[in-house]
């Protein structure tokens, strides 16, 4: 009865896998998985989980995850099939819904000369993902481009600005607002030479072709580069470059990239990752944090 009554409001998926929704690949079973039609489906479908007292979480591309795994007794609600509009205007102005890639974007911001999302363009997640996180990588990040976003909360959909949302490195308020669902968002872009944007972005996954384990299920960089250092190279002086925790493994290619290297699980991702960060604590007292954010886990 519950499943037809939110397959009204979008594609629902029961007792579905969240090892085949994260680029992990690990990750127990949800009871439902669903993919809001749209934003009035969405709050819809947040009334029917509230009314049935069912726990929720919203999923882009699970890029940044670590799902345990436990069965999740509750509702994913993935934004990346439907809700993944954007659109440009003349002056550099880029709004677009929450379940856009990332990658996408900056795509189509090179094929209109716009530069500023130059530095995502090797980022697997959604725009909603990226903004929750600030994703970032070549010194750039989304709050260097980020105008407002458009956030369902206390039931009201609102447009909320740049100045108001915490951002600073990898961090936002929406890491400490977990009943906001960022919606969408209006970022500003530059005019800029085609060619030389699409060379930059070029050379960039050259690079990170050379450098990244990209044939091996992981999250990307695990950890989040301490004050005055970087993480793999921590990871790389205490000796853990290929250490290997049943099927996890710290890259031998990049020392910051654990992989899924033979069917691991995720308890083989979590105690590789706690015994790397006590290791670190003990060689260099330095609390090395995850970048990569642990869902359904027991506290």
């Known amino acids: 009865m519950l499943e037809k009554q939110l397959s009204a409001y979008g594609d ?67 934004l990346d099939r439907y809700m993944s509009e954007y659109y440009f205007e003349e002056d550099g102005t880029l709004v677009a819904q929450a379940g856009c890639s990332i990658i996408l974007l900056a795509h189509e911001a090179m094929k209109r000369s716009f530069h500023g999302l130059e530095f995502a363009s090797g980022i697997p997640g959604t725009l909603g993902g990226a903004l929750f996180m600030n994703a970032g990588a070549y010194k750039s990040d989304m709050s260097g481009i980020v105008k407002s976003v458009f956030v369902l909360k206390d039931g009201i959909c609102t447009w909320i600005d740049v100045s108001a949302l915490d951002y600073s490195y990898r961090h936002s308020r929406f890491q400490k607002e977990s009943d906001w669902i960022i919606l969408g968002a209006r970022c500003k872009l530059e005019s800029g030479n085609q060619k030389e944007i699409r060379d930059l972005m070029d050379s960039r996954r050259i690079r990170r072709m050379q450098s990244q384990p990209l044939n091996k299920p992981s999250a990307g960089s695990m950890f989040r580069n301490p004050q005055g250092a970087q993480a793999w190279e921590l990871i790389e002086k205490i000796g853990y470059r290929g250490k290997r925790i049943g099927g996890a493994m710290v890259s031998e290619k990049h020392a910051n990239f654990i992989i899924n290297e033979d069917h691991a699980c995720a308890n083989d991702i979590a105690a590789l990752v706690e015994e790397i960060q006590k290791k670190i604590k003990e060689t260099f007292d ?10 359904n886990w027991k506290i």
Do not use: W
Not at 45 to 53: S, V
Not at 58 to 77: M, P, Q, R, T, V
Not at 286 to 295: A, K, Q
């Open 12 to 78: 629902v998926e029961v007792n579905e896998s969240l090892a085949n929704h994260t680029t992990f690949r690990v990750g127990g079973n949800c009871a439902y998985f669903i993919y809001p039609k749209n934003e009035l489906c969405l709050m819809r479908i947040l009334d029917i989980l509230k009314n049935e007292q069912l726990p929720y979480k919203i999923f882009g591309k699970g890029s940044n995850l670590l799902c345990s795994d436990d069965e999740y007794h509750g509702a994913i609600l993935c």
């Open 286 to 295: 330095i609390d090395l944090r995850t970048e990569v954010e642990r869902f």
